[in-house]
């Protein structure tokens, strides 16, 4: 059975700071089968949540802030106004420079997996480009995988994977059952360049979506 498709809604984020509830009646619309939210414009993680299950919108997953700190209590509650056990957040690239910078924000997310399943849910990555660069030889994702506890979870942006080098069928089998989730984008795989439609770059999507 084919895995049903969610749209991360910070692809339509220029029209979702418009009109939020507009663009995820039309996604609705559309046939996805669920949203992927990154941020409520112009709403509240609460009314998102109304209005997801009013559509009958699947929320696999969230983009939130690490649930650690100042940012626990925020990101737990709007996880749960929203009905989704999955909150992705990530770092950026000057945080994965070196091997101890790498071992820290590890430490941080082991944290924020902790603090997730105190309420029954999973804390996941969602990777950019500089997770799949080397520092002292090792791909950083490597390095990661060695010092995150195994309830950290990949949502494998496959376009980004490309970007910074390793082949993104390769990774996501690899990763197996630590990806459950796939963020699908197609494009030139340049750290500038611009992303295209799916099928109109040059990730092989065939490829990502047989290896997940």
């Known amino acids: 059975m084919p895995a049903p498709v969610a749209l991360q809604l910070y692809t339509l984020r220029e029209a979702a700071n418009d009109d939020f509830e507009g663009v995820v009646r039309r996604v609705a619309e559309m046939g996805y089968a669920g949203v992927e939210p990154a941020g409520f414009p112009g709403s509240s993680p609460e009314e998102a949540g109304r209005l997801f299950r009013s559509l009958d919108l699947d929320v ?3 983009h939130l802030g690490i649930p650690v700190g100042e940012h626990k209590q925020y990101s737990i509650e709007a996880a749960q106004a929203i009905g989704t056990a999955r909150i992705v957040s990530g770092v950026g690239p000057s945080d994965l420079d070196t091997m101890d910078k790498i071992k820290s924000v590890c430490d941080r997310f082991n944290e924020a997996s902790a603090s997730a399943g105190e309420y029954g849910m999973t804390f996941g990555i ?4 500089w997770e799949f660069l080397k520092v002292d030889g090792g791909y950083v994702y490597e390095t990661m995988l060695d010092n995150l506890v195994p309830e950290v979870f990949f949502e494998v942006d496959v376009y ?3 970007t910074g080098g390793p082949d993104p069928a390769a990774v996501v089998r690899q990763l197996g059952a630590r990806a459950p989730i796939l963020h699908i984008k197609d494009g030139p795989c ?3 360049g611009d992303m295209t439609a799916v099928g109109e ?3 092989d999507i065939s490829a990502v979506v047989e290896a997940g």
């Not at 969602?126 to 480009?129: G, P, S, T, V």
């Open 201 to 203: 770059g040059i990730v």
């Open 160 to 162: 980004w994977v490309q």
């Open 60 to 62: 696999p997953s969230a």
């Open 190 to 192: 340049t750290r500038e």
């Open 126 to 129: 969602h990777n950019h480009w």
